[in-house]
Nanobody
Framework: QVQLVESGGGLVQPGGSLRLSCAASGSISRIGVMGWYRQAPGKQRELVAT????????NYADSVKGRFTIARDNAKTTLYLQMNKLQPEDTAVYYCNMAQMGQNYWGQGTQVTVSS
């Protein structure tokens, strides 16, 4: 089992920045993919960014390329999402995800609201 706990959400003005964190604990494999997803009201959950555990290869949704950066610590137990130049359309609940050994794990989510 893997537990994921997000933090760092909040209210920010357009153009501002936030950094989300996701602390992972439990049976973490060396091989897998960690990522951030988001779900806005009335919309489906969508991929924001992912990073592979072994190589650190990253992938971003087109809507966040150049503004968001995904990273993880050396121990691969904490995942980050640096979000810059935030816009109202980035408002959503952001979820941390870990996919490993055929299992998919989710955090409880953290709210990000971009509003003036």
């Amino acid at each position: 089992q893997v537990q994921l706990v997000e933090s760092g959400g909040g209210l920010v003005q357009p153009g501002g920045s936030l950094r989300l964190s996701c602390a992972a604990s439990g049976s973490i494999s060396r091989i897998g993919v960690m990522g951030w997803y988001r779900q806005a009201p009335g919309k489906q959950r969508e991929l924001v960014a992912t990073i592979t555990s072994l190589s650190g290869w990253t992938n971003y949704a087109d809507s966040v390329k150049g503004r968001f950066t995904i990273a993880r610590d050396n121990a691969k137990t904490t995942l980050y999402l640096q979000m810059n130049k935030l816009q109202p359309e980035d408002t959503a609940v952001y979820y941390c995800n870990m996919a490993q050994m055929g299992q998919n794990y989710w955090g409880q989510g953290t709210q990000v609201t971009v509003s003036s």
